[in-house]
Every structure is written in structure tokens, then in C-alpha cells.
């Protein structure tokens, strides 16, 4: 079972694989071919399909082609279609790597129809060889992903390039393909290959075991061609559903779709005035302490006294977005997290240090235990124990990961952060100004930003990696210094926060935003819907 989970095995229903099927067979003559066939559901609704077209028995088995790399899963595959049609042969059945068949075959098989259902795989858990292999099959057929794409999506690209000129890709993909950035590529491919390309999230959970969303991707005819986005919901019948697709959006723009239509415009002009500046004409953004293990680095103070840790080696540091509940961080917060027991403390032991403090000596030992001077991030510093890049303590501190809200706090001078917090360094005029640099960062226009700048994850969460947080654009320092009463407004808008009242605390922003800028309240009220359609898409 665990094996098959690693592979990413979850057997299509009939009840989804029959109209995928029925969708993309469409004469009695059809070839189809599943690149991961496992059990063998949609070679069985092909078989199905293309014997209620008419097709010839006899031939079938001609037709019909798949691979998998689970022997055990293939077998059954051929015995659910010897039992059904005894007397077939089912030479084109092929126990392979997908990977590695693509590069023997490219080019020279082609199928009518290309249908399935590859696994979905992160990141994570897939080797580096591994996932060179997938991405230079992908990059074969003409497109580079990224390195975080999820395998499925290397896998539909290489799927592609077995369907004929003017055939179709039936493919059931998960709905964060209609989020993430890293699908940008895929659809970009996909629409310049084919006359149409759909991509429609289904309502419900059709994997037993498996929680995982799923939308179907339908693309067929001859491109360049249009791209559609939509919530299907029910499954019904696909000619129909693909009918009712909404107007087409080009893939550059694909994450526009899902901002309402009447906002587009405002959005698009307002993130574009002058009023705004990148983050990087202001501050320099540095990701925050690599400690290799948040959990021997990252200590509550109680704990740490009891250690018997020099003191002088354990600084105020925070390694969750979610302690920055303001729009400032003061002295008075550490302090409330320290007697709440939250680990604040970050033991940073300089590099020549020779031993001799008891407590550290017996700490350090007991890491060595268990194992963590091998972790990655410890064995390639050394000595092991003393993290890297400390810097001094920064300005503001900004999630990188984040649910409902972004997450930017001032007056961290006195704070570190571990990588899960990005630390910013305001260039010199603006350093005075970071509280209200803060505060004036949950207008819309800022957030709509990062909401189009962010990487969404598979859970909802926004990633704001630091290149990206260097694009993230910001009403400018000097516009928000010559609004009356600026500062009381900051102080305002830090309390609503803090209190859970978000929605006040945006209202506020966007009234400083209009006030430093001109901006008209109708157009700040059309960017506020915008920024709240897309977090609520990928929160959905
Ligand atoms: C989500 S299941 C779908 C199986 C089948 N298409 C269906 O819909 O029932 C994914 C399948 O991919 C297979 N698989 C995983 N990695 C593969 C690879 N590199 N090459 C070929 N098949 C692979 C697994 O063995 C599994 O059968």
C-alpha cells in the first residue's frame, strides 16, 4: 500500500473516467494510449467507448495502448481487459518508466487520444535525479518548468507530445493547478499546442483515501488557441460543460481570470501608477536564519535557562509569521511570548568558540546524539552549531507564508527571524518610516500585489519567496509621510489588527492609501474585491 501510495496510485472511478473517455474517443478507428495506466480504468472505458462506436473487435487491442511502472498494477490491468474481451491481445501494454518510455518514443508514436491520470507527487520526497529526469523529458517537448512543479505536471507536458496534430488530452490533474504558478508554463504550452484548452475544477472528493481536489484539463484541435479556467462543479456531460466555459484568458494573465471582471481594469491600471514603488527601490530583503533545526536552535527562554545557555548567545528571534499580529513588533510582544513559553530564543554560538560553558557543552552534545550535526544545513557549516548570516537585527520582518492576511511588522530592530520570516533593511531616508510603511502595506493595492506576486501552495497558503518580495509594490514612503496625522492613522490600524479586526484594519489602510495618493474610494473598493477574490480562490 505505502508503495503504491509513493507512486502516487489512486485508480481512477468509472464514474470520472467514462466521460473523460466518451469526451476525448471520438471514431470507431481511434488509437488512445494512457501514459500511467495503473489498473487499467480508463483503457477499460476506452475499450468500452470505442466498442459502442463501432469499433472492431478484433483490432482493439491495436488501439489501445498504456504503460506504468507498477508491475503488479499492470497485470491486473490486462486481467480486468482479458476478462471483459477474452481472446484480445494486449501487446501494447508496456511496464515502463514513463520518463523513460517518452524518450524512446517521442516523435514516433502518436495516439488519437491521450487520457488518464498521472500521479501527483510533490516536491518533496522525489529524488533530485528524479525530478531532473521529468523536468528534461518536459523541457523536450519545449517546456521549462520549475523546479517546484508537482510531477503531474511534468507528466501531462511529456502526455502531450504523444496526441496527433489535432487529437486531444483528457487528463485529470489537482485543482491547485488552477492557482499555482508553477502550471504558468504547462498552460502557456498547452494553449500554443492546442485550438482549446480547458481547465475546470470539479466539486467533491473522487479518490477513496484521498482528500485531494481534482479538476479535469480538455484540450484538443490545432493551436494557438484559447485557454479557459473554470469552477465545472458538478460533473456533468463534458461537450456541455466545456460549452459553458467562460470567455478565454490568455495563460500570461491566467490568474486574472479569477479576479472579477468589472475590477479588472482598476486593478490593472492602479498597480501600474506611479503612487506605487517595487520593495526593492526602499529596502533589501534577506531571508531570515537557516538553523538547519528550528527546534535544537530555536529554544523558549525558560527552557534555555535550564539548559543553562550563555545568555549572551541566545537572541530575541521569531520563526512564525503568525507572532506578527500587528503592524509592529515591540518589546512588549516578545515579552508576552516569552511567558506564553513560545521558543524566541535563538542560540547563536560564535564560530571560535573552544568549549568550556557546561550547559552549552551538554546541549551540544546531545545534538550530536541526535544526529542533527548531520542535517544539511549543519554538516555544510562549520563548526556545525553556529548558524550563519545573523546580520543585524532588521527593520521589518515579513512572513513568508501566509494564510488569510500578508504578514509585515516594524520596529523589529531588536528581532531575528529564522527563514520562515524574510528580514528588510529600509534604505536610509526611509528607515524612520517603517511603521507606517507597515501599516500602509494592508491597503489594496499592496495586497492585491502580493496576492499576484505569491506562490500558492497546495494548502491555500501564499509563499512569498524574496525575490518575489522585492516586487511587491508599496504606496511610497514620501507620498504617506505628507498625509495629515499619518502616524495616529498607523497606530490605528497596528491596534486593529492586533484585535482580529482585519476588516478594519483594511478600510483604514485603504483610507491612508487614498489620502497619500488621490486615488478615487471607488476604485480602491474594486481593488479590495479583486485582492479578496483571489485569496479566497486558493483558500476555497
Ligand atoms: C493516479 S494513478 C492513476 C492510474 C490510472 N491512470 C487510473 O486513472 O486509474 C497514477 C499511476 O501512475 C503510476 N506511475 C507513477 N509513476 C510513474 C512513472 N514514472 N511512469 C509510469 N507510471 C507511473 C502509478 O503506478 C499509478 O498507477
Redesign the pocket.
Known amino acids: 500500500m505505502e508503495a503504491?501510495r509513493a507512486?502516487?496510485?489512486?485508480?481512477?472511478p468509472a464514474e470520472l473516467?467514462d466521460p473523460m473517455t466518451r469526451w476525448a474517443v471520438r471514431g470507431p478507428g481511434d488509437s488512445v494510449f494512457?501514459?500511467?495506466?495503473?489498473?487499467g480504468?480508463?483503457l477499460a472505458s476506452a475499450t468500452g467507448r470505442l466498442l459502442s462506436l463501432g469499433a472492431e473487435p478484433r483490432r482493439l487491442s491495436d488501439q489501445i495502448a498504456g504503460?506504468?511502472?507498477?508491475a503488479r498494477?499492470l497485470s491486473r490491468a490486462r486481467g480486468a481487459l482479458l476478462s471483459r474481451h477474452p481472446g484480445l491481445r494486449w501487446g501494447r501494454l508496456a511496464q515502463?518508466?514513463?520518463?523513460l518510455f517518452a524518450r524512446e518514443n517521442l516523435g514516433k508514436l502518436t495516439f488519437d487520444a491521450v487520457v488518464?491520470?498521472?500521479?501527483?507527487l510533490r516536491t518533496q520526497g522525489r529524488s533530485v535525479a528524479r525530478k531532473r529526469l521529468e523536468l528534461e523529458t518536459a523541457a523536450r517537448g519545449g517546456i521549462s518548468l520549475t523546479a517546484d512543479a508537482s510531477?503531474w505536471a511534468a507528466f501531462t507536458a511529456t502526455a502531450c507530445g504523444f496526441v496527433r496534430p489535432g487529437g486531444r488530452l483528457a487528463m485529470?490533474v489537482p485543482r491547485e493547478a488552477l492557482f499555482v504558478n508553477y502550471t504558468k508554463p504547462l498552460l502557456a504550452m498547452l494553449e500554443r499546442r492546442f485550438a482549446s484548452v480547458n481547465l475546470m475544477a470539479l466539486e467533491g472528493s473522487w479518490f477513496e483515501g484521498a482528500l485531494v481536489k481534482v479538476a479535469l484539463l480538455l484540450c484538443e484541435g490545432v493551436g494557438p488557441g484559447v485557454l479557459r479556467l473554470h469552477e465545472a462543479g458538478r460533473l456533468g456531460n463534458l461537450e456541455e460543460l466545456v460549452e459553458a466555459a467562460p470567455a478565454a484568458v490568455p495563460a500570461a494573465s491566467w490568474v486574472w481570470s479569477r479576479i472579477p471582471g468589472e475590477c479588472r481594469t482598476a486593478a490593472a491600471e492602479t498597480l501600474e501608477s506611479p503612487h506605487l514603488a517595487p520593495l526593492t527601490s526602499m529596502a533589501s530583503v534577506f531571508i531570515g536564519v537557516v538553523t538547519g533545526e528550528k527546534d535544537f536552535f530555536l529554544l523558549p527562554t525558560g527552557r534555555a535557562r535550564e539548559l543553562g545557555l550563555p545568555e549572551r548567545w541566545l537572541l530575541p528571534a521569531l520563526a512564525r509569521p503568525s507572532h506578527l499580529e500587528g503592524s509592529t513588533f515591540t518589546a512588549t510582544d516578545l515579552a508576552l511570548l516569552d511567558r506564553a513559553g513560545e521558543a524566541c530564543r535563538l542560540l547563536a554560538v560564535p564560530t571560535d568558540y573552544a568549549g568550556g560553558e557546561a550547559g552549552l557543552d551538554a546541549w551540544l552534545a546531545s545534538g550530536r546524539e541526535r544526529g542533527i550535526d548531520r542535517n544539511y544545513k549543519c554538516r555544510t557549516r562549520s563548526p556545525w552549531y553556529s548558524v550563519r548570516r545573523l546580520l543585524p537585527a532588521p527593520d521589518l520582518l515579513l512572513g513568508y507564508l501566509v494564510k488569510r492576511r500578508p504578514r509585515l511588522a516594524a520596529g523589529a530592530r531588536a528581532i531575528h527571524s529564522t527563514n520562515n520570516l524574510h528580514r528588510l533593511y529600509l534604505s536610509e531616508p526611509w528607515r524612520s518610516s517603517a511603521a507606517l510603511v507597515a501599516a500602509a502595506a494592508y491597503n489594496a493595492a499592496t495586497m492585491l500585489s502580493v496576492e499576484l506576486l505569491g506562490r500558492v501552495s497546495a494548502g491555500g497558503a501564499l509563499k512569498i519567496e524574496p525575490g518575489d518580495a522585492t516586487r511587491v509594490r508599496l504606496i511610497h514612503p514620501e507620498l504617506l509621510g505628507r498625509v495629515p496625522r499619518a502616524a495616529t492613522a498607523a497606530r490605528a490600524i497596528d491596534r486593529a489588527l492586533r484585535d482580529g479586526r482585519d476588516d478594519d484594519a483594511f478600510a483604514m489602510a485603504d483610507d491612508l492609501a487614498r489620502r497619500a495618493t488621490g486615488w478615487k474610494a471607488r476604485d480602491l473598493s474594486r481593488l479590495r474585491r479583486a485582492q479578496q477574490a483571489l485569496r479566497d480562490a486558493r483558500l476555497r
Request: overall charge negative.
Open positions: 503504491a507512486l502516487g496510485a489512486y485508480y481512477t473516467a494512457d501514459p500511467s495506466c495503473g489498473e480504468s480508463f504503460v506504468d511502472v507498477n498494477a515502463d518508466d514513463f520518463f488518464g491520470n498521472p500521479p501527483f510531477s485529470v
